[in-house]
């Protein structure tokens, strides 16, 4: 089994910047791939940014050039930083893990998920 902590998240005004990160612990050797979701109150689960073992990346069109994923495999920690946030950017973000090594977007991929961590930007 694999545990995820998420941690990082806050309040920002619009045109700030915030670091998440996600510690994975338990069977980390069973994971080849990690990612971060977002969920808005009454919107689905959106995939924002993937990352497979190898470090090919996958991102939301929404985010591209603004977030950059990342991760310190021998610390089992993954990133996201978030620069130029946006209202819309306000949500619930998720860590995920899986063991696929396609970098999808898609949540039914992810087996793990953490308890998520707040972001709110203020206009």
């Known amino acids: 089994d694999v545990q995820l902590v998420e941690s990082g998240g806050g309040s920002v005004q619009s045109g700030g910047s915030l670091r998440l990160s996600c510690l994975a612990s338990?069977?980390?050797?069973?994971?080849?791939?990690m990612g971060w979701f977002r969920q808005a109150p009454e919107k689905e689960r959106e995939g924002v940014a993937v990352i497979n073992r190898h470090g090919l990346t996958n991102y939301a069109d929404s985010v591209k050039g603004r977030f950059s994923i990342s991760q310190d495999n021998p610390k089992n920690t993954l990133y996201l930083q978030m620069n130029s946030l946006k209202p819309e950017d306000t949500a619930m973000y998720y860590c995920a893990a899986g063991g696929d090594w396609y970098p999808s977007l898609l949540s039914g991929v992810y087996n793990y998920w953490g308890q998520g961590t707040q972001v709110t930007v203020s206009s």
């Open positions: 338990g069977d980390t050797a069973s994971i080849s791939l």
